[in-house]
């Protein structure tokens, strides 16, 4: 999970619990098919970050890189 160790070196920018929600995000992003769970998970994170632009910003580089790595 190279992604989320760049995030821990960031931490001194992030606060604990955005933190917590972009490895839930990352995590769901890499699974190939998401439950139904999974799905409900990702869209209550994905609408919390309508609100949050800090959550927001991390879910859009959580975005650009699991693009990249896809390729």
Do not use: R
């Not at 580089?61 to 990249?68: E, G, L, S």
């Amino acid at each position: 999970m190279k992604f989320i160790s760049q995030i821990q070196e960031e931490q001194a920018n992030i606060s604990g619990t955005i933190l917590k929600l972009v490895q839930e995000y990352y995590k769901l992003a890499i699974l190939p098919h998401l439950s139904e769970d999974d799905a409900e998970g990702m869209a209550t994170l994905l609408e919390l970050a309508v609100y949050d632009d800090e959550l927001n910003f991390w879910l859009k580089k959580v975005d650009c890189f699991v693009a990249h790595e896809l390729g």
